[in-house]
């Protein structure tokens, strides 16, 4: 069993446009970690998930459970590591919220009663009540749709949880469910978040991004001293 | 909304609501037909079309002023081509065409109303429809009312720093429209990237049906002998 | 114009629905032929955006505003066989969902909106695009897309026996017109901001780089012939309706004869007892069959003889 869960090395991408996203990032990240992932907008922080998970393919070595990120593993790399992104939107795309938990297990193989019965496990540990289970997807709460989509990820049993600014248009109390929630989740989680507070609450640990390189890579409270990263200090 | 209301109204249990979907398409084919085949319905003829169509509405539950009143939005549109009728001479065509039309158009829309869309395009796959096409109109209708949201946002804003009607304010309209187009092209890159991210084969996964009862027998039977028994009253 | 249930005469809008169903199997398949797989939620999401700009109001004149139809510029951004699926799509939701355009008279809208439309709104678009006129190209598109669907809308009811006197016949014309060229100029006008905002966004912009510019222009040719000529018959129907007898003349002078085509007209047969059935309906009602099939005939044709390369843009 490799000893990290998530080895980066000398990650670089060049937009198609020519300029440097990316700039020789290395990092690791052990079992049972969260990192939370810090920087202005635009440093690279949404590029840098992306990568992960095999859907930009920059130079550079990434390895997922001692897997290499590769063309030929995407599919199992994408069993491995789920990603959620910030528009909730853009992922609900199936006519009703059961149905898209269930969009991941049936293209993992599982026959259509065994994906129903993860998609149903996965919503319920989100906590979406089953009165939801055949409503599409507009008729729900930002806070709803978030969690909806998270399900749809956990359905799949990731091993590695890529979070994209996930506290984006949460009022507080949809904040304070998701981070009791996210509490509970068993898996390595990957945090791009502006939130300071919310950070706080699910790691202890962080790397810090500017225009693609990494900056630093230490305890979060250190470095949001180091950098000013909390705006109401 | 017209898409909210429906999405409240399609998720009834009423036993209309669960009939099979393949059967309510016949049923409503049968309808519509038999009534085009009529070129002249009698009253007694155009009384029992409305009288089955309001007993479904009230077996499937659905707020009968409400559909009255959305039934009559139709209307205008086939007033004028009955007025054209009506002044070129023929105006015992031009009532038929009227009633006809309308009544047409109010099965659809109890069809519709007491049906999700998606369980729709699952019919239309059983029957063979272009799978191509299914998926392309199931994205479009999970799409079209989140673009439309902000369509008239953007409107709203445009409104409220208008200028004269004028080439500027097309230009303006079409830089409005270009931006909406910019945001739904990356939109659907997101989508497939969040498809993707659940390992996303190319297919989607085939609808399923749950068997057909004896009530979806009986309600096909029914359709073909109210279809057949039309011609003969 | 989306044509509503029980207007169009049964020979008509059987024969469009009969001729829809194995057209629209074609241009889905053509249409997934040349749509990798990360292109389905652009025709989804494409579909949503003109869909939902359809409804916005353009200012165009003094108290006027405009709207978008949109086949033009889904054809130049997606290509022509996508464009004419998408369109497709949102007519079925129209239908269905709004009531807006008939269940049985989807076969006669699909064909003038999102085949023949589509169509007549990409050729011209596509043939100047190498060109400097590569903006009247598109503004023509928009027009013509518009203007057909409009005259072969109103060519399918004066078939079906709408005797729509001269003067509303002209009127309806002249507002298919209208509305013609302001389609044509909100599709150059957005197709400019899109390109200036996301250049490489439209196929015709990726087309410019297609190395064989004379192989495409004839591979067009014939549907382009098909086009013109269901067109004139249109035109011809529409004209002739205006004058007493004209259709049967029409009829006669395209040496249609009554009797020409007993394959086809004995399952019609019994709908012209119970529908407005004289003999002239009927004849003309089989000149519009015939050029129906020749449009067929061609579409098959153009299909099997040309490779079915990806480049049709």
């Known amino acids: 069993m490799p000893e990290n869960l998530l080895e980066v090395s000398g990650l670089t991408y060049h937009q198609p446009n020519g300029s440097k996203a990316l700039d020789d990032i290395s990092f690791f990240l052990g079992r049972n970690e969260n990192l939370i992932l810090l920087g202005p907008n635009g440093s690279g922080k949404t590029t840098l998930l992306l990568h992960l998970n095999g859907t930009l393919n920059g130079s550079g070595n990434i390895r997922v459970e001692g897997l290499e990120v590769t063309s030929r593993n995407l599919p199992e790399i994408r069993r491995k590591v789920g990603i959620v992104f910030q528009d909730a939107d853009e992922q609900l795309f199936m006519p009703t919220v059961l149905e898209d938990a269930m969009f991941g297990p049936l293209n993992l193989g599982l026959s259509p009663a065994e994906a129903e019965a993860a998609a149903d496990r996965a919503l319920a540990d989100v906590g979406i009540g089953k009165d939801l289970l055949r409503r599409p997807p507009f008729q729900l709460s930002q806070g709803e749709k978030r969690r909806v989509a998270l399900a749809g990820v956990l359905a799949m049993r990731p091993k590695l949880l890529l979070l994209d600014e996930p506290t984006t248009s949460l009022d507080p109390p949809g904040q304070k469910s998701l981070v009791s929630l996210l509490r509970t989740l068993p898996q390595s989680k990957v945090i791009a978040t502006h939130d300071i507070h919310f950070a706080a609450q699910l790691g202890s640990r962080a790397i810090f991004l500017d225009r693609g390189r990494l900056l630093a890579d230490g305890s979060l409270s250190e470095i949001v001293q180091r950098y000013k990263w909390n705006p109401y200090d | 909304m017209r898409h909210t209301t429906f999405a409240q109204w399609s998720s009834g249990d009423s036993f209309v609501h669960a009939l099979d979907p393949r059967v309510k398409l016949v049923s409503l084919a049968c309808f519509v037909v038999a009534l085009a085949l009529v070129p002249y319905p009698s009253p007694i003829q155009l009384g029992a079309c409305l009288l089955l169509l309001l007993a479904v509405v009230l077996l499937a539950r659905l707020p009968a002023l409400h559909i009255f009143q959305i039934s009559l939005l139709s209307v205008p549109f086939v007033g004028f081509f009955a007025i054209v009728l009506y002044l070129s001479g023929d105006a015992q065509r031009a009532w038929a065409v009227l009633a006809k039309s309308y009544l047409s158009a109010l099965s659809v829309l109890v069809v519709t109303a007491s049906t999700p869309l998606a369980r729709l395009v699952a019919a239309g796959h059983y029957f063979r429809m272009p799978e191509l096409l299914l998926q392309v109109t199931q994205l479009i209708y999970r799409y079209f009312f989140v673009v439309s949201r902000q369509a008239h946002g953007m409107q709203t804003a445009f409104r409220s720093r208008a200028g004269r009607p004028g080439i500027r304010a097309l230009h303006a309209s079409s830089g409005m429209i270009a931006v909406l187009f910019g945001r739904s092209y990356n939109k659907a890159s997101m989508v497939h990237q969040a498809m993707l991210g659940r390992c996303f084969s190319g297919r989607f996964p085939a609808p399923s049906f749950s068997g057909l009862h004896l009530l979806d027998f009986a309600v096909l039977a029914g359709s073909v002998l109210f279809a057949w028994g039309l011609h003969l009253i | ?313």
């Open chain 3, 1 to 313: 114009m989306h044509i509503p249930d029980n207007f169009l005469s049964t020979p008509v809008w059987a024969t469009l629905d009969a001729i829809a169903v194995p057209t629209v199997a074609v241009v889905s398949r053509k249409a997934h032929a040349a749509t990798d797989t990360n292109r389905l939620p652009l025709l989804g999401v494409m579909g949503a955006f003109v869909f939902a700009a359809q409804m916005i109001n353009f200012p165009v004149g003094v108290g006027t505003s405009g709207h978008l139809v949109g086949g033009t510029l889904l054809a130049c951004i997606l290509g022509p066989w996508a464009a004419a699926l998408v369109v497709t799509s949102i007519l079925m939701i129209q239908a269905l969902v709004f009531q807006d355009g008939g269940v049985l008279a989807l076969g006669a809208n699909v064909i003038n909106m999102a085949l023949l439309g589509v169509m007549a709104g990409y050729l011209p678009a596509k043939w100047l695009v190498h060109t400097k006129w590569r903006n009247y190209g598109v503004f023509v598109g928009g027009l013509l897309s518009v203007l057909v669907s409009g005259v072969l809308a109103l060519s399918e009811l004066t078939l079906s026996g709408v005797h729509m006197p001269t003067a509303l016949l002209d009127a309806s014309l002249g507002l298919f017109l209208v509305n013609a060229v302001v389609e044509g100029a909100i599709t150059v006008s957005v197709l400019r901001a899109i390109e200036q905002l996301q250049p490489g966004a439209t196929q015709l912009e990726l087309g410019s780089e297609s190395p064989r510019p004379a192989r495409s222009v004839w591979k067009s040719l014939v549907p382009a012939f098909a086009l013109a000529s269901i067109l004139l018959a249109s035109v011809g129907v529409l004209i002739a309706s205006t004058l007493p007898d004209g259709l049967e003349h029409l009829a006669k002078a395209l040496g249609i004869p009554f009797g020409g085509y007993p394959t086809l007209h004995s399952p019609l047969s019994e709908y012209q007892i119970q529908a407005l059935g004289t003999s002239w309906l009927s004849r003309a009602g089989a000149g519009l069959i015939g050029l129906l099939l020749i449009y067929l005939v061609c579409a098959l044709g153009g299909h099997l003889l040309g490779r079915s390369r990806r480049s049709y843009s």
